[in-house]
């Protein structure tokens, strides 16, 4: 029993127990900085981590002025390079006619209709149909459903359509 002593909490140095304990905080702190700066940065947070284990306080200050930097850097340079690729296309306003021809490019079904949905852009507003019954010179007859989903016949000039999607 005597070689098993109590441990008297007033012989013991809080100052080096204290100090240690710090120290050792600053260093996996410092690792842990070291290793989240690098990961916001795209880094591998890896070799950072034990590198700022090594170098403790010094590497993390580093990191934030070096990576901000190249941070901003590659920032700058992908503007550069979206504006360089803006000025190389130019703007064409592309006007796709739309007549007879354009509906005719869809497959037909068993009934010789053109299955959709097709979504009509207007004047009025959007319309969505089922299918296309017919396709005129001058018009499209198409079918859809009303608010009561009773199924209705509608004539659409092509003229009255600013645009069709699928």
């Known amino acids: 029993m005597n070689e098993l002593q109590k441990i008297n909490i007033n012989d013991l140095n809080w100052t080096l127990l204290i100090s240690l304990v710090l120290f050792f905080t600053i260093i996996i702190g410092s690792a842990a900085l070291s290793s989240t700066i690098a990961e916001k940065r795209g880094q591998k947070f ?14 993390p200050v580093f990191l934030m002025i070096a990576m901000k930097n190249k941070l901003k850097q590659a920032s700058i340079q992908a503007q550069k390079a979206a504006e360089e690729e803006e000025d190389d296309i130019p703007e064409l306003d592309i006007a796709i ?13 068993k009934n010789g209709h053109r ?3 097709f979504v009509f852009e207007t004047d009025q507003g959007i319309i969505t149909a089922q ?15 009303n608010s009561k989903e009773q199924e209705q016949k509608l004539r659409l000039p092509y003229e009255k359509i600013i645009s069709c999607n699928t």
């Open 131 to 145: 299918f296309i019954i017919e396709i005129q010179k001058q018009l499209l007859v198409i079918q859809t459903l």
């Open 115 to 117: 299955a959709g949905p």
């Open 46 to 59: 890896t070799i950072h981590f034990f590198i700022g284990l090594f170098l403790p306080v010094a590497y």
């Open 97 to 109: 006619d739309i007549n007879e021809d354009f509906f005719k490019q869809y497959p037909t079904d």
